[in-house]
């Protein structure tokens, strides 16, 4: 099945950028999106189609995509962005639809 | 605004059966695929099960399948989730969301999420 792999944290001080880094087999091809998940609360969509964000979610976040690394970028951090974020893909190689989560990443705001 | 709201968690012993639901509101439910993804407490996500907009096309992950059924009552804007042969690796807290599109088995994402339902299994 189809793996998606995430660094368990990163850290990063307010105000600074915090890149969140998630790898794949030929990730380039698919797809990515991204969640956030503060503590206690449901899985929040953030960024959608590599980079598109939905209606609400600030500027502050984008996505961008080099190779089989996608990267989900948070600029100007604040204490409410720390969280778990999560990337998904859609894959098919097991012959069955299938929606694919990374591990996840806890971000830390020192 | 959209709306979900799941219910039907509760300690179950392994191998029993549990029905979980999820009431959509503030959208039209019958327009779009659902899915159910569920989290063990502290840990990552795990997909479980999607429906088409309309009940006739349904894919589930390798872990559940023979042993979960999803369905939905488009008159009465819920979802359901039939856990079977239940077993201590499926605790977890179960959440529905509401898919981009109509079709089930096409690349897409989830748009809203409901609050999530906790099932323990317990031996």
């Known amino acids: 099945s189809y793996v998606l792999t995430q660094p368990p944290s990163v850290s990063v001080a307010p105000g600074q950028t915090a890149r969140i880094a998630c790898g794949g087999n030929?990730?380039?091809?698919?797809?990515v999106h991204w969640y956030q998940q503060r503590p206690g609360q449901a899985p929040v969509l953030v960024v959608h189609?590599?980079?598109d964000r939905p209606s609400g979610i600030p500027e502050r976040f984008s996505g961008s995509t080099s190779g089989d690394t996608t990267t989900l970028i948070i600029t100007r951090v604040e204490a409410g962005d720390e969280a778990d974020y999560y990337c998904?893909?859609?894959?098919?190689?097991?012959?069955?639809?299938?929606?694919?989560f990374g591990g996840g990443t806890k971000l830390t705001v020192l | 605004q959209v709306q979900l709201v799941e219910s039907g968690g509760g300690v179950v012993q392994t191998g029993r059966s549990l029905r979980l639901s999820c009431a959509a509101s503030?959208?039209?439910?019958?327009?779009?695929?659902m899915h159910w993804v569920r989290q063990v407490p502290g840990r990552g996500l795990e997909w479980v099960a999607v429906?088409?907009?309309?009940?006739?096309?349904?894919y589930y992950a390798d872990s559940v399948k023979g042993r979960f059924t999803i369905s939905r009552d488009n008159s009465k804007n819920t979802l359901f989730l039939q856990l079977d042969s239940l077993r201590g690796d499926d605790t977890a807290v179960y959440f529905c969301?509401?898919?981009?599109?109509?079709?089930?088995?096409?690349?897409?994402?989830?748009?809203?999420w409901g609050q999530g339902t906790l099932v323990a299994v317990s031996s």
């Open positions: 969301a509401r898919d981009l599109g109509a079709v089930a088995g096409i690349p897409g994402y989830f748009q809203h």
């Open positions: 503030g959208f039209t439910f019958s327009s779009y695929a």
């Open positions: 429906t088409s907009y309309d009940g006739n096309d349904q």
């Open positions: 030929n990730l380039g091809g698919k797809n």
């Open positions: 189609d590599g980079g």
């Open positions: 998904q893909v859609w894959d098919r190689s097991t012959g069955h639809p299938n929606w694919v």
